[in-house]
């Protein structure tokens, strides 16, 4: 299917739910509101048409204004398309519904987000830290403007060219 | 350190045994907590993070080139392709077209970065399994790429050679002859290789039928390249999606039959074949021209989001770039093939001896910096 076919099929189904992005790549970028995650996760792998059987990666995104994002890239293998989806998660409590349920591959993906950007997966299997060492408890360093003790930012030099 | 143990439950006939983080076998640093009984293996807890350098962080605080020599360090032994991925996600983003002599250049040396990965996956894997003989000839050849990428971009082991828009610099005069009989040369000695490994009743032992796995569950856990072509999923992003004009080049997908462990190392093989069949084709049709695209020197490109998808030589491997049309990335999230491979660790092992996770896991082909950034 290409983009348009798969974005008129997911919001013929899944409707006010679903809000198209509009972006010139050739893969569709969806967002879904975080009720519905779960089920449009379910119904972008087991869908025939759609047959998403792959996930690529998932990562959060920090927005200004303390917005979070989790992106999840999906792709199949059997059809040869792929698609990006979004879900924007509540501002004041970053939290999800885990999507291990549906692609066992997204675990260290989850657990990773979670101790980078301090965003709830709820009802993960293993919501132990992935990354950090064992120790840390200088808060989630993948928020923007985090500081922590050896952190120093680099001095803002837009002159340079390339080489 | 928090006490790994904890919530484990164990019988009276199991134990737990730590291997690593400094265990030959581990390739980098890795910790295993394997839960025994006996010497088999009832369950496996993969502990990773120790070369965790955030290079995700990193890429916020510079700029769109700046980030390119990061990019070396993601994964040492194959830098090229993340370089490659990481110019292929910027000019999506700022719709930047590349020169034609760029992309068979990106080609080229892609594809020798493939070979050299792979020689250092076959040497390595028969150090684990006790050989260390081919770990020489493995390293003698590899040396001589290394020769060629220094030649190239002045480099051995982090190239920096991808420029966004093109490549750094053109192949020097002696490049042509050098690499024509390398790859007249190479092809012999993966002769030799196979006649060391590929029916030797030791290696055969150790490697049929270990570590089966089956597509769906390769699939499942975000497994890609080599480890499930071996498994004969037939998915190639050369071919499926080509990138920097793989369209042009005539290879085969090598595919492997049951998903064990030889079945890997086949693919593997197999694959150095094919790349020397590319390397030559890049060579004999190098197009003329430029080898970089303009782009300005304050380079700014329109905010928006763009995912890049590529074969490196362990597996799929890609970017997911949100810019906010400042000089620098907003949020760039880096997959790795290891990230995928090595969570299939723990299905592939179960019920293995001690013995054949180190096979299985040198299948694998996971490189730690990789998995941690």
């Given at each position: 299917m290409n983009k348009e076919q798969i974005e008129n099929k997911i919001t013929q189904k899944f409707g006010s739910a679903i809000e198209i992005q509009k972006t010139k790549n050739p893969e569709p970028f969806i967002y879904v509101s975080i009720e519905k995650y779960i089920e449009v996760c379910e119904f972008l792998k087991t869908d025939p048409d759609m047959c998403f059987e792959y996930l690529f990666q998932l990562g959060g995104v920090h927005y200004p204004d303390d917005r979070f994002e989790i992106a999840l890239t999906l792709s199949s293998h059997k059809h040869k398309h792929e698609l990006v989806l979004k879900v924007k998660l509540p501002h004041d409590n970053p939290k999800a519904p885990t999507a291990t349920t549906v692609w066992e591959a997204a675990n260290w993906y989850e657990r990773e987000a979670m101790e980078l950007f301090g965003i709830q997966f709820e009802g993960h299997p293993d919501p132990r830290p992935l990354l950090l060492y064992d120790d840390w408890n200088y808060g989630y360093p993948m928020r923007k403007g985090w500081t922590g003790p050896d952190f120093i930012p680099m001095p803002d030099k837009t002159k340079g060219g390339d080489d | 350190m928090t006490d790994v143990t904890k919530n484990i439950q164990l019988s009276e006939e199991e134990f737990l045994l730590n291997m690593g983080p400094q265990h030959p076998s581990t390739h980098g640093v890795l910790r295993l907590v394997l839960k025994l009984r006996g010497e088999f293996i009832e369950d496996l807890t993969p502990h990773v993070g120790y070369l965790h350098r955030s290079i995700e962080k990193i890429a916020e605080n510079r700029t769109y080139a700046q980030f390119m020599p990061f990019t070396d360090r993601i994964d040492y032994c194959a830098s090229m392709p993340c370089n490659l991925a990481w110019a292929l996600a910027v000019e999506k983003l700022a719709g930047i077209e590349v020169p034609p002599r760029a992309q068979y250049l990106r080609v080229l040396m892609t594809e020798l970065n493939r070979i050299a990965s792979h020689l250092i996956y076959l040497g390595v894997m028969s150090l684990d399994l006790g050989a260390f003989t081919p770990f020489l000839y493995t390293f003698r050849e590899r040396e001589w790429i290394l020769d060629l990428f220094e030649m190239t971009?002045?480099?051995?082991?982090?190239?920096?050679?991808?420029?966004?828009?093109?490549?750094s610099r053109d192949l020097p005069p002696e490049f042509y002859q050098s690499c024509k009989n390398f790859t007249k040369v190479f092809l012999k000695k993966v002769d030799e290789y196979e006649a060391l490994f590929t029916y030797n009743p030791i290696f055969l032992t150790r490697t049929k039928d270990i570590g089966i796995l089956p597509i769906a569950v390769g699939l499942e856990y975000g497994a890609s390249g080599p480890t499930i072509r071996g498994s004969g999923h037939n998915w190639d992003l050369r071919k499926?999606?080509?990138?920097?004009?793989?369209?042009k080049f005539d290879f085969n997908v090598p595919l492997g039959t049951k998903g064990d462990v030889w079945d890997r190392y086949m693919v593997r093989v197999q694959e150095m074949r094919e790349s020397c069949k590319i390397i030559n084709q890049a060579l004999d049709g190098l197009p003329e021209g430029e080898i970089k695209a303009k782009v300005p020197g304050v380079f700014k490109p329109p905010a928006g989001e763009v995912i890049s998808r590529i074969e490196a030589p362990r597996g799929e491997m890609g970017y997911y770039l949100v810019s906010d049309g400042s000089t620098k990335p907003y949020r760039v999230k880096i997959r790795t093939a290891s990230y995928g491979n090595l969570q299939v660790l723990r299905y592939l092992s179960r019920g293995w001896k001690i013995a054949d996770l180190v096979a299985i896991f040198g299948s694998l082909d996971v490189v730690l910096p990789e998995v941690d950034r």
């Amino acid at each position: 299917m290409n983009k348009e076919q798969i974005e008129n099929k997911i919001t013929q189904k899944f409707g006010s739910a679903i809000e198209i992005q509009k972006t010139k790549n050739p893969e569709p970028f969806i967002y879904v509101s975080i009720e519905k995650y779960i089920e449009v996760c379910e119904f972008l792998k087991t869908d025939p048409d759609m047959c998403f059987e792959y996930l690529f990666q998932l990562g959060g995104v920090h927005y200004p204004d303390d917005r979070f994002e989790i992106a999840l890239t999906l792709s199949s293998h059997k059809h040869k398309h792929e698609l990006v989806l979004k879900v924007k998660l509540p501002h004041d409590n970053p939290k999800a519904p885990t999507a291990t349920t549906v692609w066992e591959a997204a675990n260290w993906y989850e657990r990773e987000a979670m101790e980078l950007f301090g965003i709830q997966f709820e009802g993960h299997p293993d919501p132990r830290p992935l990354l950090l060492y064992d120790d840390w408890n200088y808060g989630y360093p993948m928020r923007k403007g985090w500081t922590g003790p050896d952190f120093i930012p680099m001095p803002d030099k837009t002159k340079g060219g390339d080489d | 350190m928090t006490d790994v143990t904890k919530n484990i439950q164990l019988s009276e006939e199991e134990f737990l045994l730590n291997m690593g983080p400094q265990h030959p076998s581990t390739h980098g640093v890795l910790r295993l907590v394997l839960k025994l009984r006996g010497e088999f293996i009832e369950d496996l807890t993969p502990h990773v993070g120790y070369l965790h350098r955030s290079i995700e962080k990193i890429a916020e605080n510079r700029t769109y080139a700046q980030f390119m020599p990061f990019t070396d360090r993601i994964d040492y032994c194959a830098s090229m392709p993340c370089n490659l991925a990481w110019a292929l996600a910027v000019e999506k983003l700022a719709g930047i077209e590349v020169p034609p002599r760029a992309q068979y250049l990106r080609v080229l040396m892609t594809e020798l970065n493939r070979i050299a990965s792979h020689l250092i996956y076959l040497g390595v894997m028969s150090l684990d399994l006790g050989a260390f003989t081919p770990f020489l000839y493995t390293f003698r050849e590899r040396e001589w790429i290394l020769d060629l990428f220094e030649m190239t971009c002045g480099q051995r082991l982090t190239y920096n050679y991808m420029r966004i828009g093109g490549v750094s610099r053109d192949l020097p005069p002696e490049f042509y002859q050098s690499c024509k009989n390398f790859t007249k040369v190479f092809l012999k000695k993966v002769d030799e290789y196979e006649a060391l490994f590929t029916y030797n009743p030791i290696f055969l032992t150790r490697t049929k039928d270990i570590g089966i796995l089956p597509i769906a569950v390769g699939l499942e856990y975000g497994a890609s390249g080599p480890t499930i072509r071996g498994s004969g999923h037939n998915w190639d992003l050369r071919k499926v999606e080509p990138y920097s004009s793989y369209e042009k080049f005539d290879f085969n997908v090598p595919l492997g039959t049951k998903g064990d462990v030889w079945d890997r190392y086949m693919v593997r093989v197999q694959e150095m074949r094919e790349s020397c069949k590319i390397i030559n084709q890049a060579l004999d049709g190098l197009p003329e021209g430029e080898i970089k695209a303009k782009v300005p020197g304050v380079f700014k490109p329109p905010a928006g989001e763009v995912i890049s998808r590529i074969e490196a030589p362990r597996g799929e491997m890609g970017y997911y770039l949100v810019s906010d049309g400042s000089t620098k990335p907003y949020r760039v999230k880096i997959r790795t093939a290891s990230y995928g491979n090595l969570q299939v660790l723990r299905y592939l092992s179960r019920g293995w001896k001690i013995a054949d996770l180190v096979a299985i896991f040198g299948s694998l082909d996971v490189v730690l910096p990789e998995v941690d950034r």
